[in-house]
């Protein structure tokens, strides 16, 4: 039996399709998402990963988005890519971004 030289490449095509759907749907799930409002009135999302033994955060604020891995805190969970960070400890939270902006008294909001 002679398999067509074209069906072999989009068999594998479809397996890599499918694995990454899945892979990208199990790391989607086990987020906790959290929305903050901070004392000036800003807002922002984070959702932390812990998939695949690597603790990371998505800090969504309007357009931008980033992400961050966790670092050693002397209290509360840290997490920082070298230039924005994002602490959180119980229902507070603070946020410092690149463009020198720090969000401080950051409160979980429903």
Known sequence: MRINKFVFPCLLLL???FSVSC????????????KYQCENGFEFVSEIHTSQGADQVIVKTGGQLYVLDITPSASGSKY????????SKGD?????????KVYNECKIIK
């Open 15 to 17: 397996l890599l399709v």
């Open 80 to 87: 920082t890519d070298g230039i924005n960070t994002f602490w």
């Open 92 to 100: 507070n939270a603070m946020l410092e971004l690149a463009d020198n």
């Open 23 to 34: 892979a990208h749907k199990r790391f989607k799930d086990d987020a906790v998402k959290t």
